[in-house]
């Protein structure tokens, strides 16, 4: 049973920092492509970034490239979401998720499995 496990989201001033942990589980870690989503109230679910483990391939959304770095550390089954100079607009659940095969996507509906989300809340 695949299972991923989001940790690390909670309060922080605008222009501070914050590190998403997301830890896998039931299935070959590098063999998904794995990726960030958010979602704040009452808008759509919005992608964030994706990497590919096993080759550490990376792809953002434009409003994130700079601020944000996706990584795995693969030996522990781990995705992170470094996220520096927050801002108000960063404020939303943060779900990561996977899919099946090398090919990653944009699109929420796409991917495989989901975590549960965290809260990220960034404050003025």
């Known amino acids: 049973q695949v299972q991923l496990v989001e940790s690390g989201g909670g309060l922080v001033q605008a222009g501070g920092s914050l590190r998403l942990s997301c830890a896998a589980s039931?299935?070959?870690?590098?063999?998904?492509?794995m990726a960030w989503f958010r979602q704040a109230p009452g808008k759509e679910r919005e992608f964030v970034a994706l990497?590919?483990?096993?080759?550490?391939?990376?792809y953002y959304a434009d409003s994130m490239k700079g601020r944000f770095t996706i990584s795995t550390d693969n030996a522990k089954n781990t995705m992170y979401l470094q996220m520096n100079s927050l801002k108000t607009e960063d404020t939303a659940v943060y779900y990561c998720?996977?899919?099946?095969?090398?090919?990653?996507?944009?699109?929420?509906?796409?991917?495989?499995?989901w975590g549960q989300g965290t809260q990220v809340t960034v404050s003025s």
């Open positions: 990497i590919h483990p096993s080759s550490g391939s990376t």
């Open positions: 039931g299935r070959t870690f590098s063999l998904y492509a």
């Open positions: 998720a996977d899919r099946g095969g090398y090919a990653g996507s944009t699109k929420p509906w796409e991917y495989d499995h």
